[in-house]
């Protein structure tokens, strides 16, 4: 029997079963159990672990030497480049970042300074990405992709992001109340001639969960692509698409990012554009072509040498890729369980996917080390790794960013994996939300929803304040 199709039928079964368990008068009848097996949210890789170190421990099967070249990705992934060790070095001229674990703060989402210090701040370090465009989607020829709000001494960083705030408040049938942000994003201190706004579209990215990374490297595209193309629902304006992605020459399946356009984890791309650290696939300075760079250059800063090997580069990849994915808590929780109803109730299910399975032989690392560890196993991601229109309007905002990245328009975005979702607070210190951190908590989240997601959303947004608590409690369980 074809196994999307067993999927989907399961997901069919929770919800009936769900709607047969309510009574009349609310949702006091509880005898719906967890299907088994979705506490292990990740197979063997599975860990029960709830504390700031969450995200970020192995799983059980990292022994021997792999635990020793564990300990080193782990290390360099955290390590300052600044510092003068063997692990350290390299950093800049231009940055976001200083090290991996600068921004992925025990291997989560470090706070960004968006809401702390409006943008990139007085101190400079932000906690996020800042992508910027022409309007016909060319890059400027004195900034590349990103802008670096940071750099070395000696050298000026490329401009600084800030944000201005705008409040829209809402409510709910019952009365309750809900207030989204809305921001408004401009970019000031130019180290070259100042960028007219009317020919720049500016998006933010803060920092992504590294939770689950080497069950996603080892999903199975054809599992992917059948739910792509079988996951249309009309009566929800629902239909999910795959983005394809060019990487080293290959055309593959794009799973990771923000728009799922990346089919690595982008180990060499982060610490040649995130940290300005030269390696074997990206062997020139970021900010190569700059005035001040040439400049640079002479003044001795920059070196022929790389500043990471690729054999380093691998020990981090395996450090992401075996780092253990914590098991849901509270699953028997009378309230949690009615969460688990609503989510369904509300067609979250539809796009955040509950059930994938790996392929056979697992992942492969940068360098060519097979991690079978990783095969053959069902996971719990909560998403379908699929491109969906997540609407342009929405308190005059919407979630439209304008930026292409591969297949994804500015309105399309990959379904988000909730995996772990509920310790990032504990993890990280805060709940924001979304591509640019907007949402301060999971109900803003939820009323950012539009295109596919309105039909949830207004769902959602007609449940009782029982029935929403609830959803939010089983969010905080995964």
Same mark, same amino acid.
């Given at each position: ?247 080293? =020459?290959?055309?593959?399946?794009? %799973? &990771? #990012? ?7 984890? /982008?180990?060499? $791309? ?127 905002? =919407?979630?439209?960013?304008?930026? %292409? &990245? #591969? ?7 990959? /379904?988000?994996? $909730? ?60």
């Amino acid at each position: 029997m074809n196994r999307l199709f067993i999927i989907k039928s399961i997901s069919a079964l929770v919800v009936a079963l769900a709607l047969m368990s309510c009574d009349d008068e609310g949702l006091d009848v509880l005898d719906i159990e967890v299907p088994e097996g979705y506490a292990l949210s990740a197979g063997t890789s599975t860990i029960f672990m709830n504390s700031s170190k969450a995200y970020d421990s192995e799983a059980e099967w990292v022994t021997g030497a792999l635990a020793s070249r564990f300990t080193r990705g782990d290390r360099l992934y955290d390590d300052m480049r600044t510092s003068s060790n063997d692990y350290g070095g390299g950093l800049g001229p231009v940055y976001a970042g200083y090290s991996c674990g600068s921004c992925h703060g025990n291997a989560g989402r470090t706070k960004p300074a968006l809401w702390s210090d409006g943008g990139s701040g007085p101190y400079g370090f932000s906690a996020m990405l800042v992508y910027v465009t022409r309007k016909n989607g060319a890059f400027f020829k004195d900034y590349g992709r990103v802008i670096h709000d940071q750099a070395i001494y000696g050298v000026s960083a490329e401009g600084k992001l800030k944000v201005e705030w705008r409040y829209e408040s809402g409510s709910f049938p019952d009365g309750e109340t809900y207030e989204l942000a809305c921001p408004s994003y401009t970019i000031t201190d130019w180290y070259a001639d100042e960028i007219d706004p009317d020919d720049l579209f500016c998006t933010v990215r803060i920092p992504l969960r590294h939770v689950g990374m080497g069950q996603i490297m080892s999903l199975d595209p054809v599992e992917i692509e059948a739910l792509a193309s079988r996951s249309n629902y009309p009566e929800y304006g629902i239909s999910g698409r795959c983005n394809y992605v060019t990487e080293r =020459g290959v055309l593959s399946l794009g %799973v &990771s #990012g923000n728009k799922a356009q990346h089919a690595d984890l /982008t180990v060499e $791309l982060g610490f040649s554009s995130d940290m300005g650290v030269t390696n074997s696939r990206y062997p020139e300075e970021i900010c190569e072509g700059q005035i001040q760079i040439n400049q640079g250059s002479m003044m001795g800063l920059l070196y022929d040498k790389l500043d990471v090997s690729t054999e380093d580069m691998e020990n981090v990849d395996l450090y992401m890729q075996s780092l253990g994915v914590p098991a849901r808590r509270n699953v028997n929780d009378p309230e949690v369980k009615m969460g688990e109803r609503m989510f369904y109730e509300a067609k979250c299910h539809l796009c955040h996917v509950t059930t994938l399975h790996t392929r056979p032989r697992g992942s492969v690392l940068l360098n060519g080390t097979q991690l079978p560890w990783l095969g053959n196993q069902t996971i719990h991601p909560y998403s379908d790794f699929l491109l969906h229109d997540m609407g342009s309007e929405i308190m005059g905002v =919407g979630l439209n960013d304008n930026y %292409v &990245s #591969g297949l994804a328009r500015g309105n399309e975005w990959r /379904t988000t994996p $909730l995996w772990g979702i509920g310790l990032q607070e504990k993890v990280n210190g805060h709940t924001c939300f979304l591509h640019d951190g907007r949402a301060r908590n999971f109900v803003e989240a939820i009323m950012w929803h539009g295109g596919e997601g309105e039909a949830s959303r207004n769902l959602f947004k007609a449940m009782t304040k029982e029935r929403r608590d609830a959803l939010v409690k089983f969010l905080e369980s995964l």
